[in-house]
């Protein structure tokens, strides 16, 4: 990719680009990988600080523009916060894109397939999404004649049963069942029928069936999600964490990490290394979850009702430590993207609530972090307030008074520009 100025500014971030495979893109202006030219930059500049922004739920390179565009303005417009990190303060910003839309979000109601519309389109769209493939192209066909044959069947005949087996084989489905597990392993098991059922509760409490699909299309929810959470790792434990670490090689910036959704998976796989391993010659200075589409369990000393801890538990624990800073989460009752899609897609869960009690599949984003002993709960501030965050410490950051408030889709997942949450970005950077 390339540098990018922000509108009506003179503030300018660099954009990352992976492919679906979890592969660097080979498209920089320049030739190569982008990541060489920013190393370069990096090692010319020697910024004091590196921001580092993941998106999630997007899927294509102008969406996450827009994104980084206010994400990062939101951050610079803070002109108070900015004073506060001292002098001098040479900021580096990085954004991130990778393929990350969800089966079915790419337009409300689109899987219609009535007259007029093109079932062809939508088998090619949907099996291009899985990563295509005549094994693939085959079960996702299987699986949309019988939709079309029935678009309301509330039951899943053995038929379509055996072509989500065929497609999940091809792509390597792997959800156990287990809390405990990888973000693409804690899910539950493949369960067509269930994905059906807990779609028609999500639609009927919440009327969101336009996002979905719905009857017997729902079991590519279940893929689906499998799939993002499955990428998100791969890039964050691969490329990405290696990326980090040829940037700490090169200068003695302080490296702060940001992620929303998904790409709270990202970040969290960047700080853990490949599968837990951890790697870095220094610890991230601090990381913000932002509405976190990954498991409430992810950095539990001992996941409920099991004997075993979080996938990404080694971030808190190992020694030197991960993140010295502060690690922050946001979660917020209005965002029916974490707290009904989600459980209803990796746990295929049929009451979807914000319940007191905590679930065995729920979000980040929902929940916080939970199962850790000395995680602070409190409140979002305004621009204006004081954190005093600690080195070490996890804080868990009620937000619904600021986040997801807008109108829209899934709640409006990704309305998280507000100045509040820049400004406990802010206070997590000064704490370094």
Not at 82 to 87: A, I, N, Q, T
Not at 155 to 161: G, T
Request: hydrophobic letters at 40%.
């Amino acid at each position: 990719m390339s540098f990018h100025t922000i509108p009506n500014t003179t503030v300018e971030y660099g954009l990352l680009a992976f492919d679906e495979d979890g592969r660097e893109r080979t498209d920089d202006i320049a030739g190569g990988t982008f990541s060489r030219t920013l190393l370069e930059r990096i090692e010319r500049d020697k910024p004091t600080n590196v921001f580092l922004f993941s998106h999630g739920w997007k899927g294509d390179s102008e969406a996450a523009i827009d994104q980084y565009n206010r994400w990062i303005k939101a951050m610079t417009d803070l002109t108070a916060d900015v004073r506060r990190m001292g002098s001098p303060f040479t900021p580096m910003w990085i954004g991130l894109h990778w393929p990350s839309l969800p089966w079915g979000e790419e337009s409300s109601g689109s899987f219609d397939v009535g007259p007029g519309a093109s079932i062809d389109t939508l088998i090619a769209r949907t099996a291009a999404h899985f990563g295509g493939g005549a094994e693939t192209t085959a079960a996702v066909t299987d699986i949309f004649k019988a939709f079309a044959k029935d678009p309301g069947a509330s039951d899943v005949p053995p038929a379509v049963n055996a072509a989500y087996k065929r497609l999940a084989d091809a792509i390597g489905f792997s959800a156990k069942g287990d809390p405990s597990g990888a973000p693409d392993e804690e899910g539950e098991p493949l369960d067509p029928q269930a994905a059906l059922d807990a779609d028609n509760v999500a639609a009927q409490s919440f009327g969101i069936a336009g996002t979905i699909g719905g009857g017997l299309l729902s079991g590519f929810r279940q893929l689906s999600f499998w799939t993002m959470k499955k990428r998100a790792r791969t890039v964050g434990e691969g490329g990405m964490h290696a990326f980090i670490d040829a940037v700490q090689r090169r200068c003695n910036a302080k490296i702060h990490l940001m992620g929303h959704s998904f790409g709270c998976v990202i970040v969290s796989g960047i700080a853990n290394g490949p599968k837990g391993a951890g790697g870095f010659s220094r610890p991230i200075n601090s990381m913000t979850l932002v509405q976190g589409a990954l498991s409430l369990w992810s950095y539990a000393d001992q996941v409920q009702g099991s004997t075993s801890p979080g996938y990404f538990r080694g971030v808190l624990t190992r020694q030197p430590p991960a993140v010295s800073g502060p690690i922050l989460t946001t979660r917020s009752r209005h965002d029916t993207a974490v707290g009904v899609l989600y459980p209803s897609a990796v746990g295929l869960v049929r009451e979807a609530d914000f319940a007191d009690t905590l679930p065995k599949y729920g979000a980040i984003g929902a929940f916080g972090i939970q199962g850790r002993a000395g995680v602070i709960d409190r409140p979002m501030l305004d621009v204006d307030g004081e954190y005093n965050f600690k080195p070490g410490t996890v804080t868990n950051l009620e937000s619904s008074q600021f986040i997801a408030k807008k109108e829209g889709a899934s709640g409006a997942h990704s309305d998280i520009d507000g100045p509040q949450v820049a400004h406990a970005m802010w206070q997590a950077a000064l704490v370094s």
